[in-house]
């Protein structure tokens, strides 16, 4: 079983940054697929941005490119979301998610394991 838990949301002003980080316990976590979505008011989950299990590629929403980071440090079973520049349009609560099979996924419904939720909040 792999249980993320997100920490680092919280209220910015427009073109701050936050880092979020999802850590996870098991060595299983090590071998997902790592992705970040986002959940605003009244919208769906949307992808934001990924890593690969084994760290070689990432990827991201064109909304986000250039202005968020994704990346993994595997001694501390950790992934992060660098996020600068933020906007008021990134405000959301930010989920960590984990997947096991081995092809990468885009979709929520592709994710096996999902943190509780980070919020953060970007005013003008």
């Known amino acids: 079983q792999v249980q993320p838990v997100e920490s680092g949301g919280g209220k910015v002003q427009a073109g701050d940054s936050l880092r979020l980080s999802c850590t996870a316990s098991g060595h299983r976590f090590r071998d997902c697929h790592v992705a970040w979505f986002r959940q605003a008011p009244g919208k769906e989950r949307e992808f934001v941005a990924a890593t690969s299990r084994n760290n070689d590629d990432t990827y991201y929403a064109d909304s986000v490119k250039g202005r968020f980071t994704v990346s993994k440090d595997g001694a501390k079973n950790t992934v992060y979301l660098q996020m600068n520049s933020l906007k008021p349009e990134d405000t959301a609560v930010y989920y960590c998610?984990?997947?096991?099979?081995w092809g990468f996924g885009f979709s929520p419904s592709e994710y096996d394991y999902w943190g509780q939720g980070a919020q953060v909040t970007v005013s003008s």
């Open positions: 998610s984990a997947r096991v099979a």
